[in-house]
């Protein structure tokens, strides 16, 4: 649930930025959610191949969840940091200065 309100908020930083420097606001809103996903998905496959051990089947994955609740939490921030990434573009793209 936090991670979702993270996410909300990070969208909605993301658009007011893109709203100071004259881009489109809805755009970059979009590219961050998509940002979460990619982040989400390709660096928390890229953590969990280096990490997990364990057979590929569901009950195995849900036990080690529960015995490493952090792998779950670091896979979350990982989606984070793709979102964070796209601020940066958005930051470093040119347009009005923004104070």
Not at 36 to 58: A, E, K, S
């Amino acid at each position: 649930m936090i991670i979702l309100l993270l996410l909300a908020l990070l969208i909605y930083s993301n658009v007011r930025l893109a709203m100071k420097k004259g881009k489109n606001p809805v755009l970059w809103g979009v590219l961050t959610f998509i940002g979460f996903l990619l982040g989400l998905m390709v660096l928390g496959t890229m953590y969990m191949q280096m990490v997990y051990t364990g057979g590929l089947t569901r009950p195995e994955m849900e036990a080690y969840f529960l015995r490493e609740p952090l792998s779950a939490t670091m896979i979350c921030m990982l989606g984070v940091g793709g979102s964070l990434i796209i601020r940066l573009i958005l930051e470093r793209s040119k347009g009005s200065d923004v104070a």
